[in-house]
């Protein structure tokens, strides 16, 4: 008993020496530049909550005009609010905007193009992951539909009010998932067949890899630069779906356990909302940036995508199969 006992408080203690070089680790690179946005015009995807609420706080805070949108009006206007307090800068709005309507992406784009003189930074930050197969109003598989369709139809449309703008930038939010997945399935793109929550969320982020490649292609020489980029390891109210369906299988009081050991597991190894938001704000201000295009970010430094991310063939594929699904070719 008290070998164990001994054992045990080494095991404690070796915890407790690594916890603090563990969590500098995890926290990954930090956005040091100090570029003020005054003047320029901000929208943020999914804003309301998680690393796009501090994404929209920290521009608020650099003095730019700050378009939140989201899903929900009444979760946006408290977070609106909330960082209008926090940063004293009024000119945080709201706007709704569903990424699972292409009507919606349609409407919001409309208001945009109609009613701001410019765009300077548009990120692309929303998302649903490992979700039941779910469709979209459109009758889209709901994650590809949201993650990957909803921003390529968002992004054309506002398109040319980028141009007007530029310089100015898309920041689209992926993630390391999109390593997990071969590729693009382009005979299920809708994957109706044999749905796994799991590989639909792979592809989606690998979609958002090849989409935000192939939009910098196209805008090459505009002024306007794409990038895509991981934020880390976060535990987000993206879990949701994931906790309901681990509790689905084991049942409600081993799922309490589970995701209470999924949760601490983030909490060490993982990032907190604020530095889950360095790479995606470092990507939308950071002036050495300012000029590059294409590429994939994590930690707030430029790295490799998977094979699968650098298919050039894919990219364009997808582009062309995109424009399809969201109208913007017959």
Not at 35 to 55: E, F
Not at 116 to 131: K, Q, T
Not at 267 to 289: D, L, N, R, S, Y
Request: with cysteine; aromatic share 6%; charged share 25%.
């Amino acid at each position: 008993m008290a070998r164990l006992s001994r054992i045990a408080a080494i095991v404690v203690l070796a915890a407790a020496v690594l916890y603090v070089p563990v969590r500098r680790w995890a926290a990954g690179g930090v956005c040091e530049s100090q570029a003020r946005m005054d003047g320029k015009t901000v929208i943020i995807t999914g804003a309301n909550t998680g690393i796009g609420k501090v994404t929209a706080r920290d521009m608020a805070e650099r003095g730019a005009r700050v378009i939140l949108a989201c899903r929900s009006l009444e979760k946006a206007e408290e977070a609106a609010k909330e960082i209008r307090s926090q940063t004293g800068n009024k000119n945080v709005v709201v706007h709704k905007l569903d990424l699972a309507s292409l009507t919606s992406v349609r409407q919001f784009a409309k208001v945009i193009n109609d009613a701001e003189p410019r765009l300077d930074v548009l990120i692309n930050n929303a998302g649903v992951m490992a979700c039941p197969r779910w469709e979209t109003e459109d009758g889209f598989e709901m994650q590809f539909g949201v993650n990957h369709l909803g921003h390529f139809l968002l992004t054309n449309l506002l398109q040319d009010k980028l141009q007007q703008s530029a310089p100015s930038r898309v920041v689209t939010v992926s993630s390391l998932a999109h390593v997990f997945t071969s590729g693009i399935d382009f005979d299920d793109i809708n994957y109706e067949n044999d749905y796994s929550r799991e590989e639909s969320y792979y592809r989606s982020k690998l979609a958002n890899v090849l989409f935000s490649k192939e939009l910098a292609r196209r805008l090459e020489g505009t002024g306007v630069t794409s990038n895509s980029l991981h934020p880390g390891v976060i535990y987000t109210e993206l879990s949701r779906h994931r906790e309901e369906h681990i509790r689905g299988i084991v049942g409600e009081q081993l799922s309490k356990v589970v995701n209470k050991i999924m949760r601490g597991f983030a909490g060490i190894f993982g990032k907190t909302m604020e530095e889950g938001a360095q790479t995606t704000i470092c990507c939308a201000v950071a002036e050495e940036w300012r000029n590059t295009t294409g590429l994939y970010f994590s930690d707030c430094v430029p790295k490799e995508t998977s094979a699968a991310g650098k298919d050039d063939e894919a990219a364009a594929r997808l582009w062309d199969v995109s424009e399809r699904m969201v109208g913007l070719k017959s």
